[in-house]
């Protein structure tokens, strides 16, 4: 069986910095990517950044150069640094990997950012 589950989020000031994690117990197989998607209040859950299988990454443009994924050699954690936090980057973080077939979603952590 399947769990994902995200930790390290938290209350911080604009400017500080977070890092989240993600714990998969269980496997899946042929997983071809990871990422971290979030939902702020009142809108809807969007992807923030993603991990390739081959290692290739790509991130929503408010997090470029603020923000990093990476992922352990095993392939069974997935990690977002998040440096220079800003209020708008409050919201409910998930924890996402997929196969070709089916994808798979950690419960959430919260992130608040207050100015």
């Known amino acids: 069986q399947v769990h994902m589950v995200e930790s390290g989020g938290g209350a911080v000031q604009a400017g500080e910095s977070l890092r989240l994690s993600c714990t998969l117990s269980?496997?899946?197989?042929?997983?071809?990517?990871m990422g971290w998607y979030r939902r702020a209040p009142g809108k809807q859950r969007e992807l923030v950044a993603q991990?390739?299988?081959?290692?290739?990454?790509n991130y929503q443009d408010s997090v470029k150069d603020r923000f990093t994924i990476s992922r352990n050699n095993a392939g069974n954690m997935v990690f977002l640094q998040m440096n220079r936090l800003k209020p708008e980057d409050t919201g409910v973080y998930y924890c996402?990997?997929?196969?070709?077939?089916?994808?798979?979603w950690g419960q959430g952590t919260q992130v608040t950012v207050s100015s």
């Open positions: 996402n990997m997929r196969n070709f077939v089916d994808e798979y």
């Open positions: 269980g496997s899946i197989f042929g997983v071809r990517a």
């Open positions: 991990i390739i299988i081959s290692g290739s990454t």
